[in-house]
């Protein structure tokens, strides 16, 4: 062989030992190149129509003007916008790249220890400095709001996941931040009332005495533990009082789940990345917006035939898709917000205080009821010690001990994997792994102490909250 065919021969060989390596890889940490980051939100309004907001009064669709003392109107633009693909703008890819783009795994210990065929994923937003997916929207609202020249925000929170979402959000640009924290949460759950505090919000108690409804509230029940109803009441009141406030939501509205998008189109890019396409895409529920950010960006293969299902967890104590009804409905307790199209318990519906808090709402965000009520998801719902279990073989398995809401998306694909074992399909199962659990260590402890209880909300008593709808 002369010294130029030897040449060849060397790279080829070298080409093909490097090709057969990567072929034979086991991938189990997928990371994307920070400058792949995906520089659009995917808008599911340009492939589904959702049906629009109502005003209660008149049962006509919203007119987004009489929205505007509430929302900037770019976040409304982008509410009732059809347009497939939106700009992320630079200064908010900016701060996403504290954490994003985030890893995809492959829980490669969990599927041994099932002894299932299947190939689990899961997508970690645990990464994120508040240690959930919500600064995916949280960052976006508050950058918009800024560049309209609000000066501070309101929302509420219930056991502090979106609040702190938002209090890191608002202090990147300049915003001050008025959190309505559940009273009872705030005496009982300091950690994230800290957290919040330590970036810059002001943290208050609800019912507070800072407005007339909560004025109200605490004159009728002095000793009222608060409500997330009573604390949403009192964030949007202080927003239409003061013209440089608007009051901003962290899940539900079209475009909450438009921005987190970003997680499904990152999941897209990282399994194009090792040659692998997702059979089954699982997501835990409370409004809708990690699961839908997860696989909104699957759906236009779905549409044009390909064979994925997309499966929705959420708690037997809290099942509105699974036993709600679609109907127009409240967003809020206190009948302050306009009707939307939703699987609904309700809005007097109460849900028991069950650990997965950000789990406990009555509705669902509108866009991902109208593909669960057109047969595109299929949704299941569990009892919390099953889920905790769930949770417990993932952090002996894989390591991350997870939020109790993100551990509904875990046990859903853990039954997903032990379906494919007993049927021998070598399926490719991926779940949206929506945040860490280290603020909820006192629900672990009640799981491992055996003394967590699973309650499944009578049937009747959902009856009963759903009769209230029309009178
Ligand atoms: C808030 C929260 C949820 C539920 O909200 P969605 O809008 O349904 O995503 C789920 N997981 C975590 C970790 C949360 O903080």
């Given amino acids: 062989m002369n010294k130029v065919n030897h040449f060849y021969f060397s790279i080829a060989n070298l080409y093909f030992k490097i090709h057969l390596r990567a072929s034979t890889f086991m991938h189990r940490k997928i990371m994307l190149p920070e400058d792949e980051m995906p520089d659009k939100w995917y808008n599911i309004q340009a492939d589904i129509p959702v049906p629009p ?19 900037p109107k770019e976040l409304l633009r982008q509410e009732m916008s059809t347009q497939r693909w939106i700009e992320i703008p630079e200064e908010v890819r900016e701060i996403y790249s504290i954490w994003r783009p985030t890893p995809l795994y492959r829980a490669v210990n969990l599927e041994k220890f099932l002894k299932t ?7 970690w937003e645990g990464v994120s400095p508040p240690g959930s997916h919500k600064p995916n929207t949280s960052v976006a609202q508050a950058y918009y709001n ?16 979106w609040g ?3 209090a890191f959000a608002c202090h990147f640009f300049g915003l001050d931040c008025t959190v309505y924290m559940v009273k009872c949460s705030y005496e009982q759950k300091p950690y994230r009332r800290i957290l919040m505090q330590t970036w810059g ?9 800072r407005t007339d409804f909560g004025k109200k509230v605490r004159e ?20 239409v009082r003061h013209d440089d406030t608007k009051y901003s939501l962290g899940s539900v509205l079209n475009h909450v789940l438009l921005h987190q998008t970003i997680i499904g189109l990152e999941m897209k890019k990282q399994f194009e990345m090792i040659g692998e396409e997702p059979d089954i895409i699982c997501g835990c529920v409370g409004g809708g917006s990690n699961f839908s950010g997860g696989f909104f960006p699957f759906v236009p293969d779905k549409l044009k035939g390909k064979d994925i299902e997309f499966i929705a967890a959420e708690p037997k104590a809290c099942p509105s898709l699974t036993k709600g009804v679609y109907t127009y409905d409240f967003g809020d307790t206190a009948k302050q917000t306009p009707l939307l199209k939703m699987y609904t318990l309700g809005h007097s519906f109460v849900p028991p205080a069950i650990h997965a808090g950000g789990l406990r709402y009555h509705g669902d965000a509108p866009a991902l009821c109208k593909l669960v009520n057109d047969g595109l998801v299929r949704s299941v719902a569990y009892h919390q010690t099953g889920v905790f279990e769930a949770a417990r073989i993932f952090a002996q398995t894989e390591g991350f001990v997870v939020a109790p809401e993100s551990a509904h998306a875990v046990k859903a694909a853990i039954e997903e994997a032990l379906k494919c074992k007993e049927k021998g399909e070598e399926k490719v199962i991926c779940f949206v792994n929506s945040g860490h659990g280290h603020f909820d260590l006192s629900a672990y402890d009640a799981f491992n102490r055996g003394e967590l209880k699973d309650y499944e909300y009578p049937d009747e008593l959902i009856r ?8």
Avoid: C, H
């Avoid at 907001?53 to 929302?71: H, Q």
């Avoid at 009963?464 to 009178?471: H, N, Q, R």
């Fill in 53 to 71: 907001p109502l005003n209660p009064a008149t049962r006509e669709p919203m007119d987004a003007r009489d929205m505007e003392p509430i929302f």
């Fill in 117 to 123: 065929p299947a190939k689990i994923y899961y997508k």
């Fill in 146 to 161: 800024a560049k309209e020249g609000v000066e501070r925000l309101t929302t509420e929170t219930g056991a502090g996941q």
């Fill in 164 to 166: 702190s979402a938002l």
């Fill in 201 to 209: 919000a002001e943290v208050i108690p609800s019912p507070s005495d």
């Fill in 220 to 239: 009728k029940d002095p000793d009222t533990p608060g409500s997330l109803g009573i604390a949403i009441s009192e964030a949007i009141e202080d927003a």
């Fill in 464 to 471: 009963k909250a759903i009769e209230e709808l029309d009178t």
